[in-house]
């Protein structure tokens, strides 16, 4: 008995700078901004008007935000199941490689390692109208090209691959790690059942790896959910507003421009509860289900 | 079912993808080493030839401090992200240690609650730091962003250390405890050592993470606290214009340091970066 509360003492203790410190700098400041966020604040102008709800109302009027939230939702629909897809492809190549596996896996980890930041620079400059590398192959052979990043139409799927550059590695790594850690029984009794490589895929490797795959979803959903690096750098939002996405939008509202921390606080606010909500569903199969279960 | 010419054909298909995808990940990276080794800033002209003219210069102007403030931003990450680090590490040790090794109410539901803190998009957080760092007089300094870069990092860290301590088993700390050592002696003498490798790739995942930050970095620092992203985006505004040449100089500086780190993280990476979930 007196052993069991000496460790729950300790449990606190051994806690508490976490705790303090999240609660300081993480719960602190969502509950400040959800205070402001009832105000029309503005640091330019020195103002601040009790609003209540009326930042969020106008939010859902504000059709630049509600276009850049489906910029947001454009990357997790279309970047999202491209990375899976091609890292899983790659990582199913690489695991029935017998040499070169450990290359492959050193050349992928790079972009992933690459500041988003320099990711968008490096790609401006491929982009970059004529003497970008692109244009100066794509020119070559006489074929007209589309202004890329400047061309509402192209806008965001140039980023796109951008994002697919910097973050298909990710997928690649974590699937290929799952593949190695599969244990080899259900493959002999699959092949003695005579299934076919396909069948295999399908009943076999997939339904095995389905906990792998949620986490690389989890991160890869939540990476998007925020990008802001990428897009602030290649296209600034343009050209238009068509490449805004949320944080990129929320960020000019707040902090730039516009200086209304009050409606920027509030368009934090709905991006934080469509996020919230889609990551506990997640944590919650993947990480609390898996706990009981060990435990 | 397996004739020879299929999997011949097999083998091809799969290198042919293979070596698709190593250009798409690779030609971006050196377009940009050759940029940055170009005095003009750009190729317009992509032959052989460009190697005759391949020089430095770019670097030194990036690296001279009286016409640019790159290795200003470097000293400021540098001090930043190794502070945040040993803060980070340490409390994520002592966490982790504690969901791993003790049993305690709520323990999970804490655990959970953390790792939570991590999806929050950084801009609901940044919003109101702003607004409470420019009273507190912590806008663009050190300290301001040591804070900053230690809560972000924490949940990555506890998660992540937490998995290395649950690697060991329980009889080891038994054991040195049923020996005499207190259970802080346990673990300062046995625990610990065990999991230095732990340790290390934390630091280093967090001491990476400190140094690509963007958002934070970017609304929090302006001059004296600049880190390398911030001090990277102000290059636009102070070459007027874009200088090819000496931003792929930068950036390839700012990449180097991390790709070694990346050799000697190899074999954690995919550990690392699910915050323990999957070890490989």
């Given amino acids: 008995m007196r052993e069991k509360t000496k460790s729950e003492l300790l449990g606190y203790l051994l806690n508490a700078p976490t705790i303090a410190m999240l609660l300081f700098m993480g719960i602190f400041p969502l509950l400040y901004s959800t205070y402001f966020s009832f105000f029309d604040y503005r640091i330019i102008t020195q103002s601040s008007t009790f609003v209540g709800v009326g930042n969020y109302v106008s939010a859902f009027q504000d059709s630049i935000f509600l276009s850049s939230l489906g910029v947001t939702g ?27 596996a450990s290359i492959i896996r050193v050349v992928f980890m790079i972009p992933l390692m ?25 020119h070559r052979f006489g074929i007209q090209t589309p202004a890329w990043v400047a061309d509402p139409q192209t806008a965001l799927p140039s980023l796109i691959v951008i994002d697919v550059w910097q973050s298909t590695p990710f997928m690649f790594l974590i699937l290929l790690a799952g593949l190695q850690a599969l244990p080899r029984d259900p493959y002999e009794a699959a092949m003695i059942d005579g299934a076919s490589r396909l069948q295999v895929l399908r009943y076999v490797t997939v339904p095995m790896m389905k906990t792998i ?8 959903f939540s990476d998007l959910m925020k990008i802001f690096d990428q897009p602030l750098i290649v296209t600034d939002g343009g050209p238009g507003f068509s490449t805004y ?20 606080a509030a368009l934090s606010w709905i991006l934080n509860i469509i996020t919230m909500v889609a990551v ?4 919650r199969r993947i990480f609390v289900s898996r706990e009981k279960r060990s435990s | 079912m397996n004739t020879p010419k299929l999997r011949i054909f097999e083998k091809t298909l799969s290198w042919i993808i293979v070596i698709f995808a190593m250009i798409f990940v690779l030609v971006p990276i050196a377009w940009l080493v050759i940029q940055s080794l170009t005095p003009s800033g750009f190729i317009v002209n992509i032959s052989l030839k460009i190697f005759e003219q391949v020089n430095l210069s770019n670097y030194a102007a990036v690296l001279d401090p009286s016409t640019s403030g790159f290795l200003g931003n470097v000293q400021n990450s540098i001090i930043i992200a190794a502070i ?32 939570s803190m991590r999806f929050f998009p950084p801009i609901s957080i940044v919003i109101p730091l702003y607004l409470l760092w420019g009273s507190l007089g912590l806008t663009d300094t050190i300290a301001g962003m040591v804070l900053v870069y230690t809560a972000l990092n ?25 020996d005499g050592c207190s259970r802080l002696q346990a673990f300062r003498r046995v625990v610990m050592p065990l999991v230095t490798g732990g340790l290390a790739v934390t630091a280093l995942f967090t001491f990476i993470m400190c140094w690509n930050e963007f958002i934070f970095a970017l609304a929090l620092t302006s001059d004296k606290a600049a880190t390398v992203t911030r001090g990277l985006t102000g290059m636009i505004g102070m070459y007027g214009g874009l200088r090819w040449g000496q931003m792929s100089a930068a950036g390839v500086l ?18 690392g970066m699910t915050f323990g979930a999957v070890k490989a």
């Fill in chain 1, 74 to 100: 454009t990357y997790i629909l279309v970047a999202l199941p491209l990375e899976l897809t091609l890292g899983f492809t790659l990582a199913l190549i690489t695991n029935q490689m017998t040499k070169g």
């Fill in chain 1, 114 to 138: 690459v500041a988003p930041l320099v990711a968008g620079y490096l790609w401006r400059f491929m982009y970059w109208p004529d003497m970008g590398l692109i244009d100066t192959i794509i």
């Fill in chain 1, 213 to 220: 795959i949620a986490v690389a979803i989890l991160f890869r």
């Fill in chain 1, 245 to 264: 996405t949320a944080s990129l939008y929320i960020y000019r509202v707040g902090l730039s421009e516009q200086f209304r921390v009050g409606y920027g």
């Fill in chain 1, 280 to 283: 506990m569903i997640f944590i």
């Fill in chain 2, 84 to 115: 945040s680090t040993a803060v980070t590490v340490s409390l994520g040790s002592s966490s982790g240690y504690a969901f791993a090794k003790l049993r305690f109410r709520g323990s999970s539901d804490v655990k959970t609650w953390i790792l």
């Fill in chain 2, 154 to 178: 924490l949940p990555f860290s506890v998660w992540l250390m937490s998995s290395f301590f649950e690697d060991l088993p329980v009889e080891i700390e038994e054991a040195a405890m049923v």
């Fill in chain 2, 254 to 271: 700012l990449v180097l340091p991390i790709l070694v780190a990346v050799f000697l993280l190899q074999r954690h990476i995919v550990r």
